[in-house]
C-alpha cells in the first residue's frame, strides 16, 4: 500500500517524501510521512484530499513526534476498541437525544465547563496543527469521508470529550450541512475546514449551539468564537476545537 500511494501521487506530479507507518497495530495502521509545518503543508493537504475519491485514503495532519508517539502508544493500549464497531455505533446514534442530554449536563456542570479556558471552540482564518512545532506528520485513514477518522484514533471519551462514535455523527452532520472536512488531529484538538459557511442567521444559530453543547466555549470574550457565526463578527474557514485530555481514559462510559 505505501508503495502504490507514493507511486500514484508521484504520477500525479505530488512529490512526498516516503510513506512510512506512523502509527497503530495491523488492524488500524496509520501511514504517512513528516513534513515541514508552512503553508505548503496545507497546500499539499488540499492536493491529497482531491484524490480522495481514488486513492480511498483521507489525508490528515496529525502534529508532531511527541502527538505521533502518544497516537501510536494509545492505540497499542486500546487495541481491542474495534473501529468498525465505533463507526457503526455513530450510524445508528440519535444525535436529538444526545444533544438534549448534553444541554443538561452542560447546564448542571455548567462550573466546570467555564473553569479551564484551555477547553473551547475558536474560530480562525488560518489552519492549525496543535503546537508550532517545524515539522509535523502527514496521516492517511481509509476512508473517503473524513467525519469517521475519530473512530480510527479513538479520540475522546474522557474528560466530558465526547466518545469517537459521537464525534463521528456529528462531524457527518456538519459534512452534510457546511461541508466541513477534518484537517487536523492531535493530542488535545480537532481542527476542522468550514466549505460552505452558514449563509443566513438560523443556520448560523444552529450551528453555533450545537457545537458549543459538542464542546463548550472559551469564557475569554477577547478570543472568536463560534458563537461569533451567530453574530456574523466572522466568517472563518476554520474552527479549531479544543479539550482538556481529552485521551485519559481507560474505558468510555458514553
Known amino acids: 500500500m505505501e508503495k502504490l500511494l507514493g507511486e500514484y501521487f508521484q504520477s500525479k506530479n505530488i512529490q512526498t517524501p516516503p510513506i512510512v507507518k506512523l502509527a497503530g497495530h495491523s ?132 474528560n466530558d470529550c465526547p466518545s469517537p462514535h459521537v464525534h463521528c455523527a456529528l462531524l457527518k452532520r456538519w459534512k452534510r450541512i457546511f461541508d466541513a472536512d477534518v484537517l487536523s488531529i492531535t493530542q488535545e484538538e480537532i481542527c476542522i475546514k468550514i466549505n460552505s459557511p452558514p449563509l443566513n442567521k438560523r443556520s448560523a444559530q444552529n450551528l453555533s449551539e450545537e457545537i458549543s453543547l459538542y464542546c463548550p466555549d472559551y469564557p475569554d470574550d477577547n478570543i472568536p468564537k463560534v458563537t461569533d457565526y451567530f453574530t456574523g463578527i466572522t466568517y472563518a474557514q476554520y474552527l479549531v476545537i479544543r479539550w482538556v485530555y481529552p485521551w485519559d481514559r481507560v474505558i468510555d462510559p458514553e
Open 27 to 158: 488492524n488500524n495502521k496509520i501511514l504517512g510521512f513528516p513534513v515541514n509545518h508552512t503553508e505548503d503543508a496545507y497546500v499539499l493537504w488540499e492536493q491529497l484530499c482531491e484524490l480522495t475519491y481514488i486513492t480511498g485514503m483521507w489525508p490528515v495532519l496529525l502534529g508532531d513526534e511527541e502527538n505521533i508517539r502518544h497516537l501510536d502508544k494509545f492505540l497499542a493500549y486500546f487495541s481491542m476498541i474495534d473501529v468498525k464497531n465505533e463507526i457503526q455505533k455513530s450510524r445508528s446514534i440519535d444525535l436529538g437525544v444526545w444533544t438534549a442530554k448534553r444541554a443538561l449536563r452542560v447546564i448542571r456542570d455548567s462550573f466546570f465547563y467555564n473553569s479551564d479556558p484551555k477547553q473551547g471552540v475558536v474560530v480562525s482564518d488560518l489552519p492549525s496543527i496543535g503546537n508550532q512545532s517545524s515539522i509535523v506528520h502527514l496521516g492517511f485513514f481509509p476512508v473517503k469521508e473524513s467525519f469517521n477518522i475519530p473512530a480510527h484514533v479513538l479520540f475522546g471519551g474522557s
